[in-house]
């Protein structure tokens, strides 16, 4: 896809997760039920909402590019196979952070070329902060009342090394990784955010070893890669998507340093 279109598919993205945000802040500011899918995990009115307005937003701006949405039905790999590209969206990421009323959690929007993320928009509602990115575009993160800036990852230095763990999602396992690391700080957050810190520089290493699903990482693999970053599985080859009848991520890494082989602390 022409770098043109993609730079103009970013910026209506932004517009559409906005939009996606500002409701779910509506709903998070009023009441709203908790639903269980049958993974156990919790289902809130937000997410349905922002599903709803993302999905009909993108199906009028590219009709000929397919969705696939966390909260969408089942899509069979043997429809999903032939997508040469399709929009892969997770209306409310970190719903359990939404449910504790922390403040971190995100809307993603990202676009599937070839099985490699060339588009990603990350909206943060309660700070109304955005992140985002499209291939050989740079990537970019704007806040209230300021200009777009340029995001980098950055290289390790001789200070102590920052960690991201899963406020969520914690465990023995990660645990007995970061030990192997030494000393180091941890920031414990929710969401696709502590992939974005990792992307603006903020984070050295943000490690999961743990279940993920495709529409959580896609997002913001683009705009960690296009901030000079990588996202890989844990044997440091890069994640990919749609390339399988399963949605589930592999365990990965997401660092600024590729100096360093992570997987040597497993």
Known sequence: MPDYRLQ?????A???AHEAGQKILEIYNDDYTIEHKEDKTPLTTADLAAH???VNQLALLTPDIPVLSEESDSI??????????????????????????????TVNIALIEKHVSILGVIYVPVSDCSYFAYKNGGAFKATTGQAKQSISARLLSKDKMT?????????SRLQTYIDKLGDVNIISMGSSLKSCLVAEGS??????????SEWDTAAAQCIVEQAGGFMTKT????????????LLNPEFFVFGDNSVNWSDYL
């Not at 103009?8 to 209506?12: A, G, I, Y």
């Not at 960690?163 to 465990?171: K, L």
């Not at 984070?203 to 993920?212: E, H, M, V, W």
């Open 235 to 246: 044997d440091m080859t890069p994640l990919r998507y749609n390339t399988k009848d399963s």
């Open 14 to 16: 932004l517009i559409i």
């Open 76 to 105: 069979s790999f043997k429809e999903r196979q032939s997508w040469q590209r399709y929009w892969l969206v997770d209306p409310l990421d970190g719903t359990r952070e939404f449910i504790k009323r922390n403040g971190e959690f």
């Open 52 to 54: 709803h307005i993302i």
């Open 163 to 171: 960690v991201a763990g899963s406020r969520s999602h914690a465990s």
């Open 8 to 12: 103009s598919l970013c910026d209506q």
């Open 203 to 212: 984070l050295d290493l943000y490690p999961r070893l743990g279940p993920t």
